[in-house]
């Protein structure tokens, strides 16, 4: 994991805009709670659990302290407005599988800041030694599926009337994957392994 140390904090410029990019740590706690409220609730509904509520943030917390979640912060003018997450179960029977989460702040999506997020957390799997790496999305969220294929992830489910909402309507969720020894191996043939991390 000193490799991911040694890679925050940084600043990335995406789409013109200017991001600080930075791990994950309890002092964080408040102004990841800021930001998650601050989201519209349909953005939450592909999460495992409300992280609008303190106590299941806290919690997120915790699980950062023993490295099973894995989490970097994007802040603009000091402000979070972007997280990218990458949890893993030691205790499963899928402990070479990491579940990635993404979110992104209204005001910096037309700056590509959740490609951006998609590919530092492809570098935090390759840290991690994960060989497998998850993640969802409502179906309606065309855009964001979109940024998941583009970085080689595929669709392997759909689960129909999965989550839903406060109003008690229902939404699918797309279930997307990545063989992130297979993806890292096509990097190579191509020589891309460099670009791709220089490109986040």
């Known amino acids: 994991m000193s490799a991911l140390t040694a890679r925050y904090p940084r600043t990335i410029k995406s789409n013109s805009a200017s991001f600080d990019l930075s791990l994950m740590h309890a002092i964080d706690e408040p102004d990841v709670l800021r930001f998650a409220r601050a989201l519209p609730a349909h953005d939450l509904l592909f999460m495992r659990r409300d992280i609008t509520n303190a106590k299941v943030l ?45 979110l992104v702040a209204p005001s910096a999506r037309e700056h590509g800041l959740g490609r951006a997020l998609v590919q530092e957390a492809y570098l935090i799997a390759l840290a991690m030694g994960l060989e497998k790496l998850t993640a969802h999305a409502t179906a309606d969220q065309r855009a964001a599926i979109t940024v998941f294929e583009d970085l080689g992830f595929r669709v392997e489910a759909l689960l129909r009337d999965h989550v839903r909402d406060a109003s008690g309507a229902k939404f699918d969720i797309v279930v997307l994957s990545l063989d992130v020894a297979a993806h890292q191996a096509k990097l190579e043939l191509y ?3 460099e670009a791709f991390a220089a490109s986040s």
Request: with cysteine; glycine share 10%; proline share 4%.
């Open 58 to 102: 806290s919690a997120w917390v915790r699980e950062i302290g023993v490295e099973n979640i894995v989490s970097v912060l994007a802040r603009r003018a000091g402000e979070v407005v972007g997280c990218a997450a990458v949890v893993r179960d030691v205790h499963s029977f899928s402990p070479h599988v990491g579940d990635l989460r993404v």
């Open 191 to 193: 020589g891309l392994p």
